[in-house]
């Protein structure tokens, strides 16, 4: 007899299956984020009109040639509006990763290489900052220092230090008690070398997934700040600002504006997590998310 | 039907992989008849652990089985789930290599002995408390009540495995596949494993099919062996006929490749340093820091490599509501390694001989005590990268683990580059030039130069890592069970390996281990420790064929060979495991 085994077999059935399809939507993902990241840049290009000329005669005007998806209430053209706030909705997080990984990362490594105390104090300071949740801290920095695009940044900034700090920690303990490591240093290689030629690369996988969850969560959080009012103000038209601004517009029954800005975020942040969790899945890491 | 307990025919094996299927077993034919003790020898990748979960479908994902499985008369292969789970509940039970990986850590021993009895086979738990009170007393443990209540990491690995011994029992199964029952245990404790499987089957007349890397301990508890290569067994032999009978080539290398612990040795010649070359003092000129030998070294011969003297190391360990205890790794080491010399530290685990040399490394920082090398004490404490460099020229040392001893990002030029780059002014063709050299002194060609770990395997890793020890140009070489993970063959390439380095480079080793008959093929001395304490030392014939310590007396008589068979002791001193 030849026959496998009827488990087996249906699971066999079920595994390409299901393997494919994940891949088509990633790939899917991966094509929006390029969507997205070459609007920001190529914007000015891109852009059929000025994002802030105000043509009231033309407010809220429906789909059309001219403003293909219509226009907002003060006449200003809406894909225009989308394509130049793929910036600041684009470089803010940008900025919350690369800061919180920095100063999450350089904590962790120092907690996980030199233990005792420093690491004490880096537990320390990492609880203490995940007491207060980021929007939070983000609001509290808003009215503090006024509204706009810096504060709440560096408020996010300070506040994802400590889920970074975690799971980099605990990978970045695991690797400097391999063997290996023990091996250079008996060698006399530098602990500065160590940390940048070996225990860095060999964390990358799970930096490079850390950050793509960072970047989505960070996407959301300033989102809400903007549209809270306490982020960019209008007429900037971050993607936050766009919602905010179509809000009374809906009732008139042009959802336009806020309808298209929120769909952009979702659309950016569900294939950066799709993004993030194939990544995740490649490199044998967990994505750990807030 | 046949009188048969277990059948396998022409079972073959693949298991999806990169690059196409790949066939795991081609064609395995066996049996076990009842009451009758398999073991099935080879190396890793020869298949002998899928062949054990072939027998009860505890397969991988995506593995296609053909051939016949037949086990008490049921075709294992064509079994649906719940007839499968009946068959795994009753008539056969698996013990595990690893036990610790094996038995729910956030159970207690008692949920995991009665769980079964419980569950499948629907029995009161009254009863099956009682029962498993019964196979523990069969397995040598004599204070079950209390061990119900613990939960397993309050147990050492020896007594932890003798639990899924008394699991396995419990099921009152016909056939036990035991897969390296042992392997992860100490010498001595093997023995009392061993000795508890096999008086336990032989009482109840179970078959077992036993799964060893270890050619000498599957003879020394079964009936007949079966020599299993590349998905095939290649050879099978009643066990008291297998020395004489062994025919086929693969046989006769294990049984060759294994050291014994009887046969003469024919040790290489000693290297230079021994005496007559009075126009040397250091091998390399001269002393560290400038510092002229001291009048330690007699007669103009180079000081030793290395001496330690009163090493100890105490552990401080809090514990909630009893305070700080202290533990105590190594209780006052004295050792000395001449130069050129090698000396072996033996002992089983929690002995303190990894701590030893993780000291005289400077990996762990000693309570008090010296470690001096060629003449000159080597402080304690944090050091900069610059000392750390000037020690790395003299002492280096080799891992146990050969897959996470290398950066697995780095190639095999990177990896030796780095260090020459730290230890020598080499650079460009020059630097090729020895990294070539060095890889051919461990066995490796160029071809090798640009692989990372994941493509090499178990014994070119380890040599990669010899390799890198080299490069730094040391005089003392560290050697933590550096073979202790290798399959035979290659151990015994590796120890070839090593004996050569030593002849030709002059290298002096200390070679902590646990494996005597290893020690006894590549040392000269030997330092015996039990429980942080060095109980013996001295020659390694002296202390291998007439032990002072009753410790070394234990050890040697755990080792298996010839004629050799797993003895109880006296109800072992129920350790329980601290930490």
Same mark, same amino acid.
């Given at each position: ?90 470089? #803010? ?19 996980? +290489?030199?233990?005792? +105390? ?76 160590? +940390? ?34 306490? #982020? ?6 971050? +993607? ?51 | ?87 795994? $509940? ?63 990491? !309050? ?30 245990l100490d010498v001595t404790t093997q023995e ?39 998905? !095939? ?26 050291p014994s612990l009887?046969?003469?040795v ?8 021994? $005496? ?32 330690v ?20 790794a190594v209780e006052?080491a004295d050792l000395v390694v001449?130069?050129?010399g090698s000396v072996a530290v033996v002992g089983t685990s929690g002995s303190g001989k990894t701590t030893l040399a993780?000291?005289v ?39 146990q ?77 560290i050697l933590d069970e550096a073979v202790a ?6 151990q015994?390439?590796?120890l070839?390996?090593l ?10 080793y200390l070679f902590i281990s646990h494996d005597l008959p290893v020690v006894r093929r590549v040392c000269e001395q030997v330092v015996v420790m039990d429980r942080g304490r060095v109980v013996e030392s001295g020659p390694v014939e002296q202390v291998l064929e007439r032990p002072a310590a009753a410790y070394t007396r234990d050890l040697i008589a755990s080792v298996p060979r ?18």
């Amino acid at each position: 007899m030849t026959a496998a085994s009827p488990p087996l077999a249906r699971r066999r059935l079920l595994v390409p299956a299901r393997l494919s399809a994940s891949r088509a939507l990633v790939a899917v993902a991966v094509a929006l984020l390029a969507v997205v990241a070459a609007a920001a840049v190529l914007a000015p290009v891109l852009a059929p009109h000025d994002p802030t000329a105000v043509d009231l005669l033309a407010a809220n005007a429906p789909a059309s040639a001219t403003h293909p998806l219509g226009t907002d209430q003060n006449g200003r053209d809406i894909l225009s509006r989308l394509l130049f706030g793929a910036r600041s909705s684009l470089v #803010g997080p940008a900025i919350v990763v690369a800061a919180s990984m920095a100063l999450g990362v350089l904590l962790a490594l120092a907690g996980a +290489w030199y233990g005792g +105390w420093v690491d004490a104090a880096a537990a320390r300071v990492v609880d203490v900052v995940f007491a207060f949740p980021g929007l939070v801290l983000a609001i509290v920095a808003a009215t503090m220092f006024g509204t706009g695009f810096v504060a709440p940044v560096v408020a996010l900034s300070v506040a994802y230090v400590p889920v970074i700090a975690r799971v980099v920690r605990a990978a970045a303990l695991h690797e400097r008690h391999l063997p290996y490591v023990a091996a250079l240093r008996l060698q006399g290689v530098s602990t500065p070398r160590i +940390w940048l030629r070996h225990l860095l690369p060999n964390l990358s996988g799970l930096l490079v997934v850390q950050a793509g969850v960072g970047f989505g969560y960070a996407m959301l959080d300033l989102a809400a700040i903007a549209y809270l009012g306490l #982020g960019p103000q209008p007429p900037s038209s971050d +993607w936050g600002v766009m919602v905010a601004e179509g809000q009374s517009s809906i009732l008139e029954g042009f959802p336009q504006q806020s309808l298209y800005g929120s769909l952009v975020v979702l659309a950016t942040v569900v294939s950066l997590n799709l993004v993030s969790g194939a990544l995740a899945d490649r490199f044998g890491v967990a994505a750990v998310t807030q | 039907m046949s009188e048969e307990l277990l059948r396998l025919r022409d079972l073959r094996l693949t298991l999806p992989a990169r690059g196409g299927p790949r066939e795991i077993l081609r064609g395995v034919d066996l049996t076990v008849g009842p009451g009758e003790a398999v073991g099935l020898v080879g190396e890793s990748g020869s298949g002998k652990s899928m062949t054990v979960r072939a027998v009860t479908r505890l397969l991988p994902a995506g593995a296609r089985v053909s051939g016949e499985v037949r086990l008490a008369g049921r075709d294992v292969l064509a079994l649906d789930d719940a007839g499968l789970r009946r068959l795994r $509940g009753t008539s056969v039970a698996l013990v595990f290599q690893d036990p610790r990986a094996h038995v729910n850590p956030v159970h207690t021993v008692g949920d995991f002995l009665v769980e079964n009895a419980v569950r499948v086979a629907r029995l009161p738990r009254d009863e099956a408390v009682t029962r498993a009170l019964a196979a523990l007393r069969d397995v040598g443990i004599d204070d079950g009540q209390r061990r119900l209540h613990q939960y397993p990491h !309050e147990l050492s690995g020896g007594l932890l495995q003798r639990v899924t011994i008394a699991a396995a029992l419990l099921q009152g199964p016909d056939l036990v596949l035991a897969d390296e029952p042992t392997t992860a245990l100490d010498v001595t404790t093997q023995e009392e494993v061993m000795a508890v499987l096999d008086e336990q089957r032989r009482e109840r007349g179970m078959g077992m099919l036993f799964i060893s890397h270890d050619l000498d301990l599957a003879d020394a508890v079964c009936d007949r062996i079966a020599v299993m290569k590349d998905g !095939e067994v290649v050879e099978e032999q009643p066990a008291d006929r297998l020395r004489a009978a062994a025919s086929h080539p693969y046989t006769v290398m294990l049984m060759r490749a294994r050291p014994s612990l009887t046969e003469p040795v024919r040790r290489a010649p000693r290297p230079a340093a021994d $005496g007559q070359a009075p126009d040397g003092q250091a091998p390399d000129g001269q002393a560290p820091d400038g510092q002229a030998p001291d009048g330690r070294a007699p007669e103009g011969r180079p000081p030793d490599v290395l001496r330690v003297r009163g090493l100890r190391k105490v552990y401080r360990v809090r514990r909630p509501a009893r305070g700080a205890e202290e533990l105590v790794a190594v209780e006052g080491a004295d050792l000395v390694v001449p130069d050129g010399g090698s000396v072996a530290v033996v002992g089983t685990s929690g002995s303190g001989k990894t701590t030893l040399a993780h000291m005289v490394v400077g990996l762990v920082r000693p309570t008090a005590g010296t470690v001096e090398v060629q003449g000159v004490e080597w402080s304690a404490g944090r050091l900069s990268a610059r000392e750390r460099r000037r020690r790395g020229g003299v002492v280096q040392m080799v891992f146990q683990d050969p897959y996470s001893s290398l950066d697995r990002r780095q190639t095999v030029r990177q990896c030796l580059v780095e260090v020459l780059a730290v230890h020598t002014a080499l650079a460009g063709a020059a630097r090729e030039a020895r990294v070539l050299e060095l890889l051919e002194q461990v066995g490796l060609g160029a071809e090798h130069a640009g692989q990372r770990p994941r493509s090499l395997s178990g014994g070119q890793r380890q040599r990669v890592a010899i390799a890198r020890a080299l490069a730094a140009g040391p005089r003392l070489l560290i050697l933590d069970e550096a073979v202790a993970a290798l399959d035979v063959s290659i151990q015994a390439q590796v120890l070839r390996l090593l004996e050569r380095i030593r002849a030709e480079l002059g290298v002096a080793y200390l070679f902590i281990s646990h494996d005597l008959p290893v020690v006894r093929r590549v040392c000269e001395q030997v330092v015996v420790m039990d429980r942080g304490r060095v109980v013996e030392s001295g020659p390694v014939e002296q202390v291998l064929e007439r032990p002072a310590a009753a410790y070394t007396r234990d050890l040697i008589a755990s080792v298996p060979r010839e004629g050799w068979r797993p003895r109880r002791r006296a109800r072992s001193r129920s350790v329980v495991s601290t930490v």
